[in-house]
């Protein structure tokens, strides 16, 4: 082959490399974005870095831009969906957190066109008129349970609350300590009491506020269900299920374009490996896969 060839294939190469990048990015920022109502303390307590770098593997899997809204924890509902009006005209969904839900309301009553994805919390009872993505607690308790008897070894699972623990709740748990074989009954604390034993307990789970359990430092094997960032955990945290907006909104988009109705969603897990050995982070990474109606 000529060396006049070899330079047309290289132009030619570089000019279809162009238009493929060209057409790529026109489409990427022609398609309507997804916006996602957030507040300044969930953006500290997620960690500025741990968000951008979720904001653009979220852009990635949806192929659409991600634009979030940052509102003041104070603000009333009707400035809130206000703010996100102003951001974009027709965004492509937008998604609240479960306790700016009138927010959300507000906002879909302004704009009934647009998918509204309320994330958290619990199956709401009455009727709304946005689609409400509901935390599949069962499932969530079923993994962590399955987690707590790997990490507890030969010693007992505590599990602390910040309230009221529904027999349901309590079952989903300990489907998943019987089925690693932990056939002791686990100690379920609420989060306000008083609990000394800790020479007894192997692992601990803490759904709820978890600064006053952490002021202990103690250093026992520690499941947490919380958005906060990892890298502001004590050592002894070895797996969290996040289950806010950020962890689930590209799973939530998916299937609300499938089925265009309220539907329940599990955490997104997170086992960390550099607090883990090998064999417990393999075991963890599987367990944290498992799905509660499947067993």
Known sequence: MSFSKKKIIIILGFSLISLVTYLLISTYMSRSPIIIVTDNSFHRL??????????????????????????????????????????????????????????????????????????????????????????????????????????????????????????????????????????????????????????????????????????FDLDIPTILFSWVDPGMTPRSVKVIFDDSSWALVTDAFRTMMQTGASFNLASMPLALADRLDRNDNKMLKSFLKANLLNN
């Open 46 to 215: 997620y960690g500025p870095e741990r968000l951008r770098k979720q904001r653009q593997k979220i852009s990635r899997q949806l192929f659409r831009r991600v634009i979030p809204v940052y509102v003041a924890e104070t603000a009333g509902h009707d400035l809130i969906a206000i703010a996100v009006e102003e951001v974009f005209d027709l965004p492509e969904a937008v998604v609240f957190p479960h306790r700016y839900h009138d927010g959300a309301r507000i906002y879909k009553e302004n704009n009934p066109d647009i998918p509204v994805l309320v994330m958290g919390g619990v199956e709401s009872q009455e009727e709304e008129i946005f689609i409400r993505v509901s935390t599949d607690i069962l499932v969530d308790l079923y993994r962590a349970g399955l987690s707590a008897a790997l990490l507890a070894k030969d010693k007992g699972v505590l599990l602390f609350s910040d309230g009221p623990f529904a027999d349901v709740y309590r079952d989903a748990f300990q489907a998943g300590l019987r089925e690693r074989g932990f056939l002791d009954d686990p100690t379920y604390i609420n989060a306000n009491a008083v609990f000394l034993a800790y020479d007894d307990i192997g692992s601990i789970v803490i759904i709820g506020p978890e600064q006053r359990f952490f002021e």
